[in-house]
């Protein structure tokens, strides 16, 4: 390229809008980025009898920074479980909206949002035809190097039960 196409090209990406930048808020998701060792249980109710969890998450950025990519895959005593989401950022809510599709056909969106260090995830659920509400707590400790999730169910918002408590360990 000749200098001077590399002006016209630099003047015509200046005059159609420069690609958009993430913002900061969406930096914020860098903590959860790489790959997870998942361990944990459920404890009996609503979403099952108590059992042990064992997965493997990863989370990557999608090219342009804008978008995170969540693999989830593991099992919940002998029965193999797995989704995948796209996490973003939504500047009018100031939420993480998260997309979810799981393995069984089902799919959830979440809203998360972020503050003092916690990361919470809420959303409804539909278990055994009765709609519940779902909250995810998260704590990074160890240099971000371990997640640990607390994940309750309400029928009415205001009483929470825990069913699942997971922590992770960042692979090196």
């Known amino acids: 390229m000749t200098q001077s196409s590399i002006t016209q090209s630099k003047a015509a990406t200046k005059s159609s809008g420069a690609s958009p930048t993430p913002r900061p808020e969406h930096g914020r998701l860098d903590v959860f980025v790489g790959k997870w060792s998942i361990k944990g249980k459920q404890y009996d109710g609503p979403f099952g009898p108590a059992a042990e969890i064992s997965a493997v998450e990863s989370y990557e950025w999608l090219v342009g920074g804008f978008f995170l990519i969540h693999r989830f895959g593991g099992r919940l005593d002998a029965t193999e479980m797995a989704c995948v989401e796209i996490i973003g950022y939504d500047d009018s809510s100031g939420s993480y909206p998260r997309y979810s599709f799981y393995s069984n056909g089902k799919t959830n969106e979440w809203q998360g949002h972020e503050g003092d260090g916690k990361w919470t995830l809420i959303g409804d659920s539909l278990v055994q035809d009765k709609s ?15 997640m640990s999730g607390n994940w309750e169910y309400s029928s009415d918002g205001s009483t929470w039960q825990t069913f699942w408590d997971v922590v992770g360990t960042k692979a090196e």
């Open 132 to 146: 519940l509400k779902v909250r995810c707590t998260t704590v990074f400790s160890d240099s971000d190097k371990t």
